[in-house]
């Protein structure tokens, strides 16, 4: 079992920046991919951003491209979201997720985060 940790959640005016984080702990063989999903009040969960394992490959929602950056530290086992030029319909709980093999004789298994809210006012 693997518990992903998130951080960096918060109140932000318009225009501002914040950075999300997520940790895996333990012992990992390998995550690929990993991904950042958010769910608006009254709303279904939606893609934001994803990564595959070589960095070199990502994905964005289109309300999001030019905006937020996802990254991650596969050393570190630990995935990011730099969120710039925020706008109030970002305001979301945001979820990581990861696809998460953690012993080369089990098959991979997906794991969310906890959630972390991020308020943007206008």
């Known amino acids: 079992q693997v518990q992903l940790v998130e951080s960096g959640g918060g109140l932000v005016q318009a225009g501002g920046s914040l950075r999300l984080s997520c940790a895996a702990p333990?012992?990992?063989?390998?995550?690929?991919?990993m991904a950042w999903y958010r769910q608006a009040p009254g709303k279904q969960r939606e893609s934001v951003a994803i990564i595959e394992h070589n960095g070199g490959t990502t994905r964005y929602a289109d309300s999001v491209k030019g905006r937020f950056t996802i990254s991650r530290d596969n050393a570190k086992n630990t995935l990011y979201l730099q969120m710039n030029r925020l706008e109030p319909e970002d305001t979301a709980v945001y979820y990581c997720?990861?696809?998460?093999?953690?012993?080369?004789?089990?098959?991979?298994?997906?794991?969310w985060g906890q959630g972390t809210q991020v308020t943007v006012s206008s």
């Open positions: 333990g012992t990992i063989v390998r995550i690929d991919p």
């Open positions: 997720n990861m696809n998460v093999r953690s012993d080369r004789a089990v098959s991979p298994r997906v794991y």
